[in-house]
C-alpha cells in the first residue's frame, strides 16, 4: 500500500534545470504513466523518487512521509531499468533471489516468493537457465521478477520495454498490466512510446522539457488535449494541424485555409465566435477525415479537397497522406477507398471534432 505525491520537484544539474516544479499524486493502486519525448526529464525524475538524486527544491512524499533524507534502500521501492543486467552466472532462481539473499531473508520465504513470481510471470520452466539460454522476452520477464520478489509498494519502471522488438514489445506491455491487475502495486512508469501510455496507464501525464503538461486519464487527454504539445504527442497517427482565418458572413462561420474553405456549426462556431476568433491553429485526428465517396454526408460534415501523396493500406483501414495547398493531412479511411496517389480525392471532415488552439500560446481553446 502505498500513496506517492511529488510536490513542487525541481532537479538542476548546474545551471540546468531538468525538472521545473512538477506536482503530482499517485495514488495507492494506481498505474500512473510518464510520457514525454526523449531528453524530457523522465529518468532523473524517477531517480529522484528512488532517492538516487538529490532534490534541488521541493518534497517527495511516500504516505504521508517526506522521503527527501531517507536513504533509497529504506524507500520500500524497486525499479526496472532500460538497461536491466541479468547476473551471467547465475541462473534465474539465483538471480530473483539475489536481492533477497542480501537482505538476509529466510531460505523458505526466498524459495516461496521467487516460485510464485515464477508462476506469475509463466517462467517455473526457466528457472535452471543461465540468462545467455534466454530469449530477449524470457530475459525481461526474469528482470521483472527480480522486482516482484521484493515486494516493494512501490514499482519504478523506466521504459522497460525500449530494447525489445515490436512484436514482444506489445506482449509485454499486456503482461506488465496484466501483472499490475493482480498485484495492484502503485507504479510509476516512464516511456517516450505513447502507445505505452495510452494502453498502459490508468493515468497517464505528458511531460515535456522537465514540465508536466497535462495529467489524466488516458481518454480525457486523447479527447481534450490541453495544448498543441499534448494534441500532436497523443495519437498515431498524429493529429493534422492547419492554420486559418476565421470569417464571419451572413451570420455563418467560415474557416479559410490555404486550399480549402469550411463552414463552421454548432459548439465550434460558437466559440470562435465568444473569442473572437480571427485567425487560429486548427487540429483534426486522422480518424476524423473520411474518404467522402464511402461516407455519409449530413450534418456536421464538410467536405473539401485535397491532392493525394501517398496511400498505406494497414488492412482494416488505409492511410492517405494528401495535401490540401501547403496543409497536409493523415486520413484514416476505409480499405475500400479509391484514393491514387496523384490525384484529387475529397474528404469530409467531422467539424465538430477540429480542435482550436491560440496563436500565440498554442493552448487549447476551451
Ligand atoms: N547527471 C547529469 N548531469 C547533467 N545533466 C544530466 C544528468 N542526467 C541527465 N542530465 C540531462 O537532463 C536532461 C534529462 O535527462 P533524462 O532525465 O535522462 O531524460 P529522459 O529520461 O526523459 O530521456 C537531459 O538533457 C540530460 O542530458
Ligand atoms: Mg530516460
Redesign the pocket.
Request: contains cysteine.
Given at each position: 500500500m502505498a500513496e506517492v505525491v511529488l510536490e513542487n520537484v525541481t532537479k538542476k544539474?548546474?545551471d540546468?534545470t531538468?525538472?521545473k516544479g512538477i506536482n503530482l499524486q499517485i495514488r495507492d493502486g494506481e498505474f500512473m504513466v510518464l510520457v514525454?519525448?526523449?531528453?524530457?526529464?523522465?529518468?532523473?525524475?524517477l531517480?529522484l523518487v528512488a532517492g538516487l538524486?538529490e532534490l534541488s527544491e521541493g518534497k517527495i512524499l511516500i504516505n504521508g512521509r517526506v522521503v527527501n533524507q531517507v536513504p533509497p534502500k529504506d524507500r520500500d521501492l524497486a525499479m526496472v531499468f532500460q538497461n536491466y543486467a541479468l547476473y551471467p552466472h547465475m541462473n534465474v532462481y539465483d538471480n530473483m533471489a539475489f536481492a533477497l539473499k542480501m537482505r538476509k531473508v529466510p531460505r523458505a520465504e526466498i524459495d516461496s516468493r521467487v516460485q510464485e513470481a515464477a508462476r506469475i510471470l509463466g517462467i517455473e520452466k526457466l528457472l535452471e537457465r543461465k540468462p545467455k539460454q534466454l530469449s530477449g522476452g524470457q530475459r525481461q520477464r526474469v528482470a521483472l521478477g527480480r522486482t516482484i520478489v521484493r515486494k516493494p509498494s512501490v514499482f519504478l519502471f523506466?521504459?522497460p520495454l525500449s530494447n525489445l522488438d515490436a512484436k514482444l514489445r506489445g506482449q509485454m506491455r499486456a503482461e506488465i498490466s496484466k501483472l499490475h491487475f493482480q498485484l495492484k502495486t502503485t507504479s510509476i512508469y516512464?516511456t517516450?512510446d505513447q502507445v505505452e501510455a495510452m494502453t498502459m496507464g490508468s493515468k497517464i501525464a505528458i511531460?515535456n522539457e522537465?514540465v508536466i503538461q497535462q495529467s489524466g486519464t488516458p481518454m480525457d487527454i486523447y479527447d481534450t488535449p490541453v495544448n498543441k504539445f499534448v494534441a500532436g504527442f497523443i495519437g498515431s497517427p498524429p493529429m493534422n494541424f492547419f492554420a486559418a482565418v476565421v470569417q464571419e458572413e451572413n451570420g455563418q462561420t467560415f474557416m479559410q485555409a490555404e486550399g480549402f474553405r469550411l463552414r463552421l456549426q454548432g459548439d465550434l462556431a460558437n466559440k470562435i465566435k465568444v473569442k473572437g476568433l480571427k485567425e487560429s491553429l486548427f487540429g483534426i485526428r486522422p480518424e476524423n477525415l473520411h474518404d467522402a465517396e464511402f461516407f455519409k454526408k449530413g450534418d456536421g460534415f464538410e467536405v473539401f479537397s485535397v491532392q493525394v501523396e501517398v496511400v498505406e493500406p494497414m488492412g482494416a483501414e488505409t492511410y492517405v497522406h494528401a495535401m490540401a495547398g501547403k496543409n497536409r493531412f493523415v486520413a484514416r479511411v476505409t480499405p475500400k477507398t479509391r484514393a491514387r496517389v496523384g490525384q484529387a480525392m475529397q474528404l469530409a471532415i467531422e467539424t465538430a471534432k477540429i480542435h482550436v488552439f491560440d496563436k500565440q500560446t498554442m493552448n487549447a481553446l476551451r
Amino acid at each position: 500500500m502505498a500513496e506517492v505525491v511529488l510536490e513542487n520537484v525541481t532537479k538542476k544539474f548546474g545551471d540546468v534545470t531538468v525538472v521545473k516544479g512538477i506536482n503530482l499524486q499517485i495514488r495507492d493502486g494506481e498505474f500512473m504513466v510518464l510520457v514525454g519525448p526523449s531528453g524530457c526529464g523522465k529518468t532523473t525524475l524517477l531517480r529522484l523518487v528512488a532517492g538516487l538524486e538529490e532534490l534541488s527544491e521541493g518534497k517527495i512524499l511516500i504516505n504521508g512521509r517526506v522521503v527527501n533524507q531517507v536513504p533509497p534502500k529504506d524507500r520500500d521501492l524497486a525499479m526496472v531499468f532500460q538497461n536491466y543486467a541479468l547476473y551471467p552466472h547465475m541462473n534465474v532462481y539465483d538471480n530473483m533471489a539475489f536481492a533477497l539473499k542480501m537482505r538476509k531473508v529466510p531460505r523458505a520465504e526466498i524459495d516461496s516468493r521467487v516460485q510464485e513470481a515464477a508462476r506469475i510471470l509463466g517462467i517455473e520452466k526457466l528457472l535452471e537457465r543461465k540468462p545467455k539460454q534466454l530469449s530477449g522476452g524470457q530475459r525481461q520477464r526474469v528482470a521483472l521478477g527480480r522486482t516482484i520478489v521484493r515486494k516493494p509498494s512501490v514499482f519504478l519502471f523506466d521504459e522497460p520495454l525500449s530494447n525489445l522488438d515490436a512484436k514482444l514489445r506489445g506482449q509485454m506491455r499486456a503482461e506488465i498490466s496484466k501483472l499490475h491487475f493482480q498485484l495492484k502495486t502503485t507504479s510509476i512508469y516512464v516511456t517516450h512510446d505513447q502507445v505505452e501510455a495510452m494502453t498502459m496507464g490508468s493515468k497517464i501525464a505528458i511531460v515535456n522539457e522537465g514540465v508536466i503538461q497535462q495529467s489524466g486519464t488516458p481518454m480525457d487527454i486523447y479527447d481534450t488535449p490541453v495544448n498543441k504539445f499534448v494534441a500532436g504527442f497523443i495519437g498515431s497517427p498524429p493529429m493534422n494541424f492547419f492554420a486559418a482565418v476565421v470569417q464571419e458572413e451572413n451570420g455563418q462561420t467560415f474557416m479559410q485555409a490555404e486550399g480549402f474553405r469550411l463552414r463552421l456549426q454548432g459548439d465550434l462556431a460558437n466559440k470562435i465566435k465568444v473569442k473572437g476568433l480571427k485567425e487560429s491553429l486548427f487540429g483534426i485526428r486522422p480518424e476524423n477525415l473520411h474518404d467522402a465517396e464511402f461516407f455519409k454526408k449530413g450534418d456536421g460534415f464538410e467536405v473539401f479537397s485535397v491532392q493525394v501523396e501517398v496511400v498505406e493500406p494497414m488492412g482494416a483501414e488505409t492511410y492517405v497522406h494528401a495535401m490540401a495547398g501547403k496543409n497536409r493531412f493523415v486520413a484514416r479511411v476505409t480499405p475500400k477507398t479509391r484514393a491514387r496517389v496523384g490525384q484529387a480525392m475529397q474528404l469530409a471532415i467531422e467539424t465538430a471534432k477540429i480542435h482550436v488552439f491560440d496563436k500565440q500560446t498554442m493552448n487549447a481553446l476551451r
